[in-house]
C-alpha cells in the first residue's frame, strides 16, 4: 500500500497546502476534473493524495485511514480527545492563522473578562429564565474552557455557520466562533473578550500515531518528511 | 473483573437489605429529559453523561445517576416521609480516562423525612456502612452547610454572599472571588477603567441581542455600588481559611471548629447539627471516634449536596472510585419541587467494586 496523505479538498486552504509542498519539492495536483476528488503526488514515490473535507481530517488521521494529514489545530482539538495520543503534529504549516474566541455584543460594556461573563450569566439566567446561549460549533472545546473558568449558567447552541448573526437574530447572546482580523466580529458589533483566545490556531501537517506501516510505507514517510523538512 | 449476573445478584441482594429497612422500591426510566439535568448541572454535564435525541421528545440523556429521577418523583406524589430504595446500571461518558467505566450498577438508598435530620443522616450513613463492613474501607464525612453557613454570616453585601454561594461546589472559582472580595488581589484593568468613568456608559454603541440596555446599566451600577464596599476582613478571611482546612476525627474536628467559630458565630447552628449527627451515628454504634471528617469534603465532585458528606474509601486501590458515597440535598428537592420542599439524604453503592474488593481479599 502506499502513504496516504489526507489534505483539504477546496479553496483556500487547499491551495495554500499545495503551495507549501510545492515550495518543498512535492508537487499535489488533483486530475484534470475539477469535480473529481481525486490528485497525485509527484516528488516523492509511494505516496497517495486523499482530498477530504478538513473537517474530516482529524478522523481520518485518528482511524488510522491516512498516515498524514493537513488541518487546522482547533479541529483536531475539538474533535480528537486526547489528540495528543492519536495524532502527532510534524510541522506547522504558517497560515491559516485564527484563533477561536469568545465574542460579546459592543454595547455590554461591563463585561470584559471571562470573570465578568460568569456574573452576567447569572443575572442573565435569573431575569430571562434560561441560561446564556453562546453559539459555536467548537463544543468541547469550548465548554472544556468556560469549566476551567468556572463558568456556571451558560448553554451552547449549535451554530455551524454565520455564527455572528445569531446574536442580532437573538438565537443566541455571544459567540464562540474562528476568527483571523476580528473584522466579521466587529461588523456584527461583536468585541472579544480580553484573557482568551481559548485556542490559537493554524493549518499544521499531522502524522497518524494509530496506523502500523510496511517498510515501504515507511520509507515514503521518511523521504518525505526529510524534503518537508528540507533536509534531503 | 466480576461478571454481570454476579454483579446483578450482588446488586439484588443489597437492594433486598435496604427493602426490608423500609425502602420502597422504585425504578426510574433509563432515559431521563436533558432539559431537567441540564438546568441543574449546567454544560459540564454533556461531558459526563450520553446524550441522544429524537424528533419528539427532543435531548434525552442515558441517566447519569438516580438522585435526580428519585426526588422529582418523589416531589410529584411521594408519601411523607417516606424511603426509597432501587438498583439498576448508570451511564458516564467518559473522555479522557479509557479505564474508567462508562457503564455499572448502582444500589441506592435514600429517606426523605422532615421530623429528625440527624438520626435520618446516620441511619443512611450506617446502612451503608454495615454493607461494606467487611472490606476495610476509609469512611470520610464532610458537612457543606458549614461552609455555606460561614458565607451565609461573612460581614459583607448580600451580593458578594450570593456569588460565592454560587460556586461552592468551584472550589478554584470560590477561591478567586475570595481574594477578590478581600481586596487581596487587584481589579483588571479593564474594570478600573469602567469605574472611573461616570454616567451611563451605553448611549454609544448599536445594541443587539437580548441582554438589554437597562440589565447593563444595572450591572454597572452594581459594579460601581461594589466597589464602595469594605473589603472581607482579615480575620474573617484567617477564619474561613482554618475552618477550610479542618480535616480531623469527628471528636476533634469539632473542638476545632468550636474554636473557629469564635470568629465566625454564624457557623453554630450547624456545628449543632454535626454534634447531633455524631451522637445519631455513635446511637447505631459507627465508631465516631475514628471517623474522619473534613469541612471541604465532597466539594469538587458532589454538587447538589449541601448538608453531611460521606465517601468509602479502599485505601490499598487509590484508583478505585468511592465504593459508596452520598448525602444530603435538602436544596435540590426545593429546585425540583416547584414550590414544594423536603429534607432529604441517601447514599449509593457499587456492587462491582465490593465483588471486585471480595475477590482480592480472598
Known amino acids: 500500500m502506499s502513504l496516504k496523505l489526507g ?152 451554530s455551524q455557520g454565520a455564527t455572528e448573526g445569531t446574536v442580532k437574530n437573538e438565537t443566541a447572546e455571544m459567540v464562540a466562533d474562528i476568527t483571523s482580523t476580528g473584522e466579521t466580529l466587529r461588523a456584527n458589533h461583536l468585541k472579544i473578550l480580553s484573557d482568551g483566545p481559548v485556542l490559537k490556531s493554524q493549518a499544521t501537517l499531522w502524522r497518524s500515531r494509530s496506523v502500523v506501516m510496511t517498510d515501504k510505507e515507511k520509507a515514503a514517510l521518511k523521504q518525505m518528511l526529510a524534503l518537508l523538512r528540507g533536509e534531503a | ?196 468613568t461616570e454616567g451611563p456608559l451605553t448611549g454609544t454603541s448599536v445594541e443587539i441581542g437580548k441582554r438589554s440596555r437597562a440589565e447593563i446599566d444595572a450591572r454597572v451600577e452594581a459594579l460601581r455600588e461594589d466597589a464602595t464596599v469594605a473589603p472581607i476582613s482579615e480575620n474573617e478571611m484567617l477564619a474561613l481559611e482554618a475552618l477550610m482546612a479542618v480535616r480531623e476525627t469527628v471528636p476533634y474536628a469539632l473542638e476545632q471548629l468550636r474554636d473557629i467559630a469564635v470568629d465566625l458565630p454564624a457557623i453554630t447552628p450547624a456545628l449543632d447539627r454535626l454534634e447531633a449527627r455524631a451522637a445519631a451515628l455513635a446511637a447505631r454504634g459507627v465508631s465516631v471516634e475514628n471517623l474522619d471528617f473534613e469541612v471541604s469534603f465532597g466539594r469538587t465532585s458532589m454538587e447538589y449536596y449541601d448538608g453531611f458528606v460521606f465517601g468509602f474509601y479502599a485505601e490499598a486501590r487509590p484508583d478505585l472510585p468511592p465504593i459508596a458515597s452520598g448525602g444530603r440535598y435538602d436544596a435540590l428537592t426545593r429546585q425540583l419541587g416547584q414550590g414544594a420542599e423536603i429534607p432529604a439524604v441517601g447514599g449509593v453503592l457499587r456492587p462491582d467494586l465490593i465483588l471486585m474488593l471480595e475477590e482480592a481479599q480472598s
Open chain 2, 1 to 196: 473483573m466480576p461478571n454481570r449476573s454476579d454483579i446483578q445478584a450482588r446488586a439484588a441482594r443489597l437492594r433486598v437489605s435496604f427493602e426490608a429497612a423500609g425502602g420502597l422500591v422504585v425504578d426510574p426510566p433509563l432515559l431521563q429529559p436533558a432539559g431537567t439535568l441540564l438546568d441543574l448541572y449546567g454544560e459540564d454535564i454533556r461531558a459526563r453523561a450520553y446524550v441522544t435525541t429524537d424528533a419528539l421528545r427532543g435531548e434525552q440523556m442515558l441517566r447519569p445517576d438516580f438522585t435526580v429521577p428519585v426526588v422529582q418523583m418523589h416531589m410529584r406524589d411521594g408519601a411523607e416521609p417516606a424511603r426509597y430504595t432501587y438498583s439498576g446500571e448508570v451511564f458516564r461518558r467518559q473522555e479522557l480516562d479509557p479505564d474508567r467505566m462508562n457503564e455499572y450498577v448502582q444500589v441506592g438508598y435514600e429517606i426523605f423525612d422532615r421530623d429528625n435530620p440527624a438520626s435520618a443522616d446516620a441511619e443512611v450513613f450506617a446502612m451503608i456502612a454495615l454493607q461494606v463492613r467487611g472490606l476495610n474501607l476509609r469512611a470520610a464525612t464532610g458537612d457543606i452547610g458549614i461552609l455555606m453557613a460561614a458565607v451565609q454570616g461573612l460581614n459583607t453585601t448580600d451580593r458578594r454572599k450570593a456569588a460565592l454561594m454560587r460556586h461552592i461546589w468551584r472550589p478554584r472559582r470560590f477561591r478567586a472571588l475570595l481574594d477578590r472580595f478581600s481586596g487581596r488581589v487587584e481589579l483588571p484593568e479593564s474594570r478600573k477603567k469602567l469605574l472611573s
Open chain 1, 7 to 158: 489534505v483539504p479538498s477546496k479553496g483556500r486552504l487547499m491551495e495554500k497546502t499545495f503551495k507549501w509542498f510545492e515550495k518543498r519539492g512535492v508537487t499535489l495536483s488533483r486530475s484534470a476534473s475539477d469535480r473529481e476528488y481525486a490528485g497525485r503526488v509527484d516528488g516523492v514515490d509511494g505516496v497517495d493524495l486523499v482530498l477530504l473535507s478538513a473537517g474530516e481530517i482529524p478522523r481520518e488521521l485518528a482511524a488510522g485511514r491516512i498516515h498524514l494529514g493537513v488541518t487546522g489545530t482547533d479541529l483536531v482539538h475539538e474533535k480528537l480527545p486526547r489528540w495528543e495520543q492519536q495524532v502527532e503534529q510534524v510541522e506547522p504549516m504558517g497560515f491559516g492563522q485564527a484563533d477561536l474566541i469568545l465574542a460579546v455584543p459592543q454595547s455590554w460594556v461591563d463585561v470584559d473578562t471571562v470573570d465578568d461573563l460568569d456574573a452576567v450569566a447569572s443575572a442573565f439566567r435569573a431575569r430571562h429564565g434560561h441560561r446564556l446561549r453562546i453559539a459555536t460549533k467548537y463544543h468541547r472545546l469550548v465548554r472544556e474552557f468556560l469549566t476551567d473558568g468556572g463558568v456556571a449558567d451558560y448553554q451552547l447552541v449549535d
